[in-house]
Nanobody, 124 residues
Framework: QVQLVESGGGLVQAGDSLRLSCAVS????????MGWFRQAPGREREFVAA????????TYADSVQGRFTISRDNAKNSVYLQMNSLQPEDTAVYYC????WGTGTMKMSDYDVWGQGTQVTVSS
């Protein structure tokens, strides 16, 4: 059974950086594409970034392109989201998700397993 546990959220000021981590249980992590999504209060969950199984290809939402970087370490069964130049509009609960069968897309419905989320709050 695949389980995801996010960490690294917190309260920061605008312009600061944070690095989120997602630890994934299971022996076949390298077979999963991984993604990050976020949900702000009163809004729908939205795509942030995705990375393919081997880490060779990444995709970003326009709103975070150039500020956020997704990466993975298959030896550590982990995926990361480095967030720079954070803005108040980045405030949300951030979720890690695993696409067990596909290549990692922007669609929530393509992801099979989700973490519990970690809160990121950016003050102005």
């Amino acid at each position: 059974q695949v389980q995801l546990v996010e960490s690294g959220g917190g309260l920061v000021q605008a312009g600061d950086s944070l690095r989120l981590s997602c630890a994934v249980s299971g022996r076949t992590f390298s077979r999963y594409a991984m993604g990050w999504f976020r949900q702000a209060p009163g809004r729908e969950r939205e795509f942030v970034a995705a990375v393919t199984r081997g880490g060779g290809s990444t995709t970003y939402a326009d709103s975070v392109q150039g500020r956020f970087t997704i990466s993975r370490d298959n030896a550590k069964n982990s995926v990361y989201l480095q967030m720079n130049s954070l803005q108040p509009e980045d405030t949300a609960v951030y979720y890690c998700a695993a696409d067990l069968w596909g290549t990692g897309t922007m669609k929530m419905s393509d992801y099979d397993v989700w973490g519990q989320g970690t809160q990121v709050t950016v003050s102005s």
